[in-house]
């Protein structure tokens, strides 16, 4: 059965106004509602952006979400977790600093923000999937409290998964650090000597005590580990580093198993607005000002994620006359996490698509 998949079209210099108009008419013909219950909590994920970033998604789309989500009965939360690189994202005090920086106040977005995965990325739960690749999943803790996921999420490329859209804003995204960990890296970590303080947190932490104190270095027993990634959400001292050589095949993989962790028990619960606005060779966790590569084509929304990846790849290879994600990374297979997805059972490949109008009359394709 072929799913339902709805497009707007925008154009360069709209206003963040008429953008947030379009969204509102997505989230009506997409039939939205339905997935909220009344007093449902309503988590909306999205990316507050890199400092120094300027292509992230602006509070005004997001409020046009939230705004939707109330009249529907839900109570809505934008959600983000902490990232494993250095950066302003990397504990939930900086984030938050970060995200009102950016302006998502409450003030801005009428929603609070909460930071899924905890202080430095403790707040984990851990979802048996028996995949392929993974045979465990280290979810955000809020990802498995939310009773609906609603995901916004900007379209760009991606260094290492060549691009990354709605399965890299929920397979990562919400993903606590061990989950990150393991998608990015299948060495166990390991203590960088010079940098222990031996403070026994990271041994307190570890949930199969892998962790020993010597005598001037903590020690991580290969034999024990798991590949949690708590040492590294837990060590403030910078002790705990990983090696990030995992491939890009079993990334995107890993990625799209997250997804099926974190969607499996949301089945019915769940929509996808995919940003076509603003497209960049790099993705927003980029500290850079990065300009768009082509001009806007529109905005793209599912209750299937992957139904509305193929439709947005569908629709840029259109409009670019190219297969734009292999054009700018011709050394990734960006299509693995896809085929993927569809394989696990996260969605379907095959999609009507229903071009929406601003007077909200809807056009067959």
């Not at 997409?30 to 300027?54: C, H, L, P, Q, Y």
């Not at 190219?322 to 993927?340: A, M, S």
Request: neutral net charge.
């Amino acid at each position: 059965m072929k799913s339902k998949v709805y497009f707007i079209e925008t154009r360069d210099g709209e206003s963040l106004q008429s953008l947030s108009e379009k969204v509102k008419l997505l989230y009506d013909a997409a039939g939205i509602k339905s997935v909220i219950d009344r007093g449902d909590m309503v988590a909306i994920k999205t990316s507050f952006g890199e400092k120094g970033n300027i292509g992230y998604l602006k509070p005004p789309l997001i409020k046009a979400a939230v705004d939707k989500v109330k009249v529907s009965g839900g109570k809505p939360f934008l959600v983000e977790t902490n990232t494993l690189y250095v950066g302003k994202r990397s504990n939930a005090i900086d984030h938050l600093m970060l995200a009102y920086e950016h302006g998502f106040t409450i003030e801005n977005t009428g929603a609070p923000i909460i930071i899924g995965d905890g202080l430095f990325g403790e707040n984990d739960y851990i979802v048996k999937i028996d995949q392929k690749v993974c045979k465990n999943a280290y979810i955000a803790g809020v990802a498995k409290a939310a009773n609906v996921i609603i995901s916004i999420a900007h379209v760009t490329g991606h260094l290492a998964t060549g691009m990354g859209t709605t399965f890299k804003n929920i397979g990562m995204g919400l993903s606590a650090r061990g989950g990150k960990l393991a998608q990015h890296s299948g060495v166990i970590p390991q203590i960088i000597k010079k940098h222990c303080k031996i403070c026994k947190v990271c041994q307190i932490w570890c949930p199969v005590d892998a962790i020993t104190m010597g005598k001037d270095t903590a020690v991580i027993d290969p034999e024990k580990c798991i590949g949690c990634g708590e040492c590294l959400a837990v060590c403030q001292f910078d002790a705990v580093k990983i090696a990030w050589d995992e491939d890009a095949i079993n990334l995107q993989k890993k990625i799209a198993e997250y997804c099926l962790a974190i969607l499996k028990e949301k089945k019915h619960k769940v929509a996808f607005f995919n940003f076509l606005t603003h497209i960049t060779k790099h993705c927003d966790c980029m500290d850079k000002p990065f300009e768009p590569d082509i001009s806007d084509i529109g905005i793209v929304a599912s209750k299937d994620p992957v139904a509305v990846e193929k439709a947005t790849i569908d629709i840029i290879n259109e409009r670019t006359g190219k297969d734009y994600f292999k054009h700018i990374w011709p050394k990734i297979d960006y299509t693995v996490q896809l085929k993927h997805a569809h394989e696990i059972g996260l969605g379907s490949l095959e999609y009507d698509l229903e071009n929406i109008t601003v007077d909200e009359k809807v056009s067959v394709t």
